[in-house]
């Protein structure tokens, strides 16, 4: 038994150099189905980032006039933070907001002679509300328009990134269609490659099939070689494309965490922890390919 496979490794092994150039033809093709996918899974990795992003912008400002006292903010925060709907709520005293808007204006002059004129502070403390999800912002703003806050609230300004939001999705999903598009395209093409490999190599190996056959081979050892070399093509495919992947993902991370404006861009940290399910998932898939391609060449010509 070990000696038959070993004798089959070792045919595959044979085939795979004797037909070296068909052979890579079909592992560049497998690699560029696997880079289709890998495009496929940076681009849903940035998506959720570029998704994260804009919701973690989305807040409420909610602004008190100048003569509520800041115990009584206070009051309102922590009536805020019972909300299930809340997140996090943050108070910006009146004197922060009156720093934050003169930098805000800085080269505004006019601006700031007008600040220089008032004697008194003209701004109140600031609630800023973040919610759980992007839903619930709706009750939080009715929460806040109870009457018990009507002499309190002097403002309420709510960043709605919602409409970005949808057209980031609407984006998002037309690019994973497209990458899907591509994907099955090379996917077709691969089976047609690896069709036309088994095809050669049946023919290459006519000869020694004939003799096999006179000297009673069975069935699975004839075919047992191109199975093989079936499994060869999709481990290499897969070792070469990781390869080149990660040296590429060195490279433009930078760039990504430079455009998204954020350190969470970590398409590299997402491939080193989920390593064996990404690539192995892929090695499973053009194995499949390949074996399935493998059986109907061989079942159209070679005849045992």
């Known amino acids: 038994m070990i000696v038959s496979v070993s004798r089959i490794v070792r045919f595959a092994l044979q085939d795979f150099f004797r037909n070296f150039w068909l052979s890579v033809a079909t592992v560049s093709v497998l690699m560029l189905t696997l880079v289709s996918v890998n495009l496929l899974v940076v681009m849903n990795v940035l998506g959720k980032v ?42 910006v005293s009146a004197s922060r907001a009156l720093e934050q808007f003169s930098e805000t204006h800085s080269e505004d002059h006019d601006i700031i002679e007008a600040l220089g004129e008032v004697e008194s502070n003209p701004f109140g403390g600031t609630l800023i509300v973040k919610a759980r999800n992007l839903e619930d912002y709706p009750k939080i703003l009715s929460a806040l328009d109870e009457p018990v806050y009507a002499n309190l609230i002097e403002e309420k300004n709510f960043d709605d990134r919602r409409v970005m939001i949808e057209r980031l999705e609407a984006i998002a999903y037309r690019v994973e269609v497209f990458v899907l598009a591509i994907s099955a395209i090379f996917g077709l093409i691969t089976l047609l490659i690896v069709l036309n490999t088994i095809r050669v190599s049946i023919y290459t190996h006519r000869e020694e099939i004939g003799i096999m056959r006179l000297v009673g081979a069975s069935d699975g050892f004839i075919r047992g070689p191109f199975y093989v070399e079936a499994v060869f093509w999709g481990l290499l495919a897969v070792i070469l494309t990781a390869a080149l992947l990660y040296p590429a993902l060195a490279v433009s991370q930078p760039f990504l965490r430079a455009f998204f404006g954020t350190e969470a861009v970590d398409v590299i940290g997402f491939y080193n922890a989920n390593f064996l399910q990404v690539f192995g998932l892929q090695f499973l898939l053009v194995t499949l390919m390949s074996l399935l391609t493998t059986k109907l060449a061989t079942a159209k010509y070679l005849k045992v």
């Open 50 to 91: 570029a998704l994260s992003t804009v919701e973690s912008r989305v807040d409420v400002s909610v602004h008190f006039g100048p003569e509520v006292e800041e115990s009584r903010i206070q009051t309102v925060k922590v009536a805020l933070l019972s909300l299930p709907e809340v997140r996090d709520v943050e108070y």
